[in-house]
């Protein structure tokens, strides 16, 4: 079942239960996800699926970080939708899961002494693994910190 479908389901059961906000974030969601699908012209891959729901969360999180101090009913809005979308969202990777996956592409480079000159290398093989699961700029602390 694709996320659109998951989606699709979860604002029926909304509308249902004449969950107004929920319902309206949900098609939000849906509607980014059918215009990626569009813009692509054929069926979403799952990391292209969870590369909506994150853009979504990013530009939520904007809007809710720039609303004026006296909108609290923005801030309230965009926290109840932030709350429905990350239902959708990839689950992320722990730091321990990250230095787990770091190591096993230090091994498979024969890299035993690790230095920051190899981190160009490192970087090339670790990010297509973490891609989707893990905050780059977490990832690139943590090498950078392995690697001195």
Same mark, same amino acid.
């Given at each position: 079942?694709?996320?659109?479908?998951?989606?699709? &389901? &979860?604002?029926?059961?909304?509308?249902k239960e004449h969950?107004?906000? +929920? %319902?309206?974030?949900?098609?939000?969601?849906?509607?980014?996800?059918? $215009? *990626? #699908?569009?813009? *692509?012209?054929?069926?979403?891959? @799952?990391?292209?699926?969870?590369? =909506?729901? *994150?853009?979504?969360?990013? #530009?939520?999180?904007?809007?809710?970080?720039?609303?004026? &101090?006296?909108?609290?009913?923005?801030?309230? #809005?965009?926290s109840k939708r932030?709350? =429905?979308?990350?239902?959708?969202?990839?689950?992320?990777?722990?730091?321990?899961?990250?230095? $787990?996956?770091? #190591?096993?592409?230090? $091994? @498979? !480079?024969?890299?035993?002494?690790?230095?920051? +000159?190899?981190?160009? %290398?490192?970087?090339?093989?670790?990010?297509?693994?973490?891609?989707? +699961?893990?905050?780059?700029?977490? =990832?690139?602390?943590? =090498?950078?910190?392995? !690697? %001195?």
């Amino acid at each position: 079942m694709s996320m659109i479908d998951s989606v699709r &389901a &979860a604002m029926v059961t909304a509308m249902k239960e004449h969950d107004k906000e +929920r %319902k309206e974030s949900l098609s939000m969601l849906l509607s980014a996800l059918k $215009n *990626k #699908q569009i813009d *692509k012209r054929e069926d979403l891959t @799952e990391a292209e699926e969870f590369e =909506v729901v *994150k853009k979504e969360i990013k #530009q939520t999180k904007e809007t809710m970080e720039l609303a004026p &101090a006296d909108r609290e009913d923005i801030k309230e #809005q965009c926290s109840k939708r932030l709350a =429905v979308y990350s239902e959708f969202a990839p689950e992320e990777m722990s730091e321990d899961e990250i230095k $787990n996956t770091i #190591q096993a592409v230090l $091994n @498979e !480079l024969g890299i035993a002494e690790p230095s920051a +000159r190899d981190k160009g %290398k490192v970087m090339k093989e670790l990010m297509p693994r973490v891609k989707g +699961r893990a905050d780059g700029s977490l =990832v690139n602390r943590i =090498v950078g910190e392995l !690697l %001195k």
